[in-house]
């Protein structure tokens, strides 16, 4: 049924727990490079329909995460059914909207896309490789570390499950089972950090044409300082709202609970969405205001036996929207290591973290940081002078300039790098206007 580990040679396959985005992408990876792989999924097939609410309903796919379908041979497919977003259209309170092009090409865009498609498309082209095998209902309820058993309870029956003895790859989301036998070690690092903010998502459906009915190829934002309302567009006219907001205090979950108050806080707050939220105050009802949390962790593999992936090794909040992008980058990342040391996973598994560790922590301080641009400052003109001078420094200076956004969004330039890289580029800047300045007094000094 699972994976075998034959001594001081190359293993055989691999048992990976959690079929999401990053579990199915890994599966598929280590099924091209030959591996057996078993994978273990706690819920049904998601082609059977259902979607877990809570979960977002859509997700933007950068270029990183493009490139690691790229590798794959999934980029089309997923393009495909995909929302080019090219760029952000911001919602005053007075219903006056400014457009913001994210890159400085047109062709610079990220991609809408269904998290129940693309998990799909997964799925699918995991199940048609001969040496993968996908285990729905089964939650993993345990690892032993030593041996790299997992065991699971199969939902259909309540029947544990236990594998052989071999390798196992957690890639079982922020709050994953595996991780969890992993804590139990002495000097294992775990912090996690919950926003005062959740999420609740809310729906713009399609028009009587059955098109959007706001800017299709945009990220819509309702910027509102403690808080805001985003919307991602989907390919069948409609969009997904997601509004952050804080779970207590003014403007609050806890402050708008009933109908009538769902409705006069949208009237207040945003008033030009609410005549495009027919079904409003239902989805309010049903919906659930799920938290945001960034997880670290160290180490993230344990011997040659386990190893996480994904958001069970470092979950990030969304606002920057790449967790899964750095969820889909860790796999490549994982499979070159695995090439490099096919014999030792030990080595293999450390070089993985090595390589990716920092640029995870990088991305988690971005997600925070962004989450605060995109609710207080996108609506601001300063901000949006900032973002113009940006792209006129990137215009004149080329790739001697390069936006911190377009790093992270349009470019596989890792994140911690990118972050160093426009510190760089600040420092820089800042020396040339000192300079500048200084030149100035200096003539003007001269010409008294
Ligand atoms: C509101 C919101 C919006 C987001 N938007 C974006 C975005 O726009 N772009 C982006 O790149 N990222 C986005 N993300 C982040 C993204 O969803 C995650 O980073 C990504 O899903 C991580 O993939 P993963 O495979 O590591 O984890 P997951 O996708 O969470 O998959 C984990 C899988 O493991 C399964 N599982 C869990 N426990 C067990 C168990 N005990 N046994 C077996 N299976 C188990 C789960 O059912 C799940 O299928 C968003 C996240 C949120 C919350």
Redesign the pocket.
Known sequence: MSSQRRSSEAPRGFTI?????????MAITLGRDGYDVDL????GD?RSGKV?A???I?????VR?IEALRGVGLAEEVLKRAVAMRGRMIHGVSGDVVYQPYGVHPDQA?N?VS?KDL?VTLIEAARAMPNVRVHFD????GVDLETGRAR?HRGTDGESVETAPGVVIG????????RAAMQRLDRFDYSQSYLAHG?K?LSIPPGADGRHRIERNALHIWPRKSFMMIA?PNIDGSFTC?L?WAHEGENSAAAVRTDDEVRRFFDRVFPDAVPLMPTLTEDFRNNPN?S?VTIRCRPWHYRDKVVL?????H????F?????????E?CPALRDCLRGSPKDLGVAFAEYERRRKRHADALADLAIGNFLEMRDKTGSRVFLMKKKGEKLLHRLLGDAYLPLYSMVSFSTIAYADAVERARRQNRRLGAAAAAVVLLLIVLLLAAA
């Open positions: 727990v959690g079929g999401g985005l990053g579990g199915a992408l273990y999924e706690r819920r998601p877990d809570g979960r977002s859509n997700l933007a796919i950068s995460g990220i809408s998290r998990n089964h939650k993993c309820v699971f890639s079982d989301g922020a709050f994953s089972a595996v999420y998502e991602l997601t952050f799920p945001l992936l994904g958001d069970a090794a979950a990030v909040v969304p920057y929207g790449q967790g899964a992008n750095c969820a889909f860790d």
